[in-house]
């Protein structure tokens, strides 16, 4: 990648990561559903400790009725809630260390571009056979890391191809097994 294409690229990133106006106003709608969620699940509980007495709970006067709510629907939808929040904030990034959100844009790998060399038209030159020769022998010393790389590569690809299939077989061992025993995933 040239300098001018990295640097568009971290231009870009920048810019990316300075926009927290969709940002903000995700996480505000968030905290205001889970303060709206959690007033409502204290107007309930407070209407049920004691229905007929508005006066231990004054703030509650400008709620005409509080709908039944389950409570087990309040907590998921607060956990959903959350979990847009955290997402949305980057703690998670911060956790484990990374941006999570950087990963596209930065962590792409770009295979290097080919370099052409020209080479000098050969004529007739008492010294020509031993540039072949160096050149030769240059030619098979940028080769030989290139092939590294793609044995290593052949390496790491016939790796994961066999943790896959060995995955694989155990789950379909695993599945009369489990299905004796009645358990579920």
């Given at each position: ?91 998670m ?63 790491w ?12 077989n ?16």
């Amino acid at each position: 990648m040239d300098p001018i294409d990295r640097q568009k690229a971290q231009a870009m990133a920048e810019f990316k990561r300075a926009q927290p106006s969709a940002r903000s106003r995700r996480v505000l709608l968030s905290i205001s559903l889970i303060s709206v969620s959690l007033l409502v699940a204290v107007a309930q509980w407070a209407l049920s400790l004691h229905p007929e007495s508005f006066d231990m709970a004054p703030f509650l006067a400008w709620l005409p009725e509080v709908p039944s709510v389950d409570t087990k629907t309040v907590f998921l939808i607060c956990n959903a809630i959350l979990i847009i929040v955290i997402r949305d904030s980057g703690l998670m990034g911060y956790l484990t260390g990374e941006d999570p959100r950087d990963g596209l844009s930065e962590k792409r790998d770009v295979p290097p571009r080919p370099e052409i060399e020209a080479t000098p038209p050969r004529g007739v030159n008492p010294g020509a056979d031993e540039e072949e020769e160096n050149d030769d022998e240059e030619e098979k010393e940028e080769e030989e890391p290139r092939q590294q790389v793609r044995d290593d590569t052949d390496e790491w690809n016939r790796r994961f191809e066999e943790f896959i299939d060995k995955v694989k077989n155990d789950m379909y061992l695993e599945t009369p097994r489990m299905i004796s025993q009645g358990i579920r995933r």
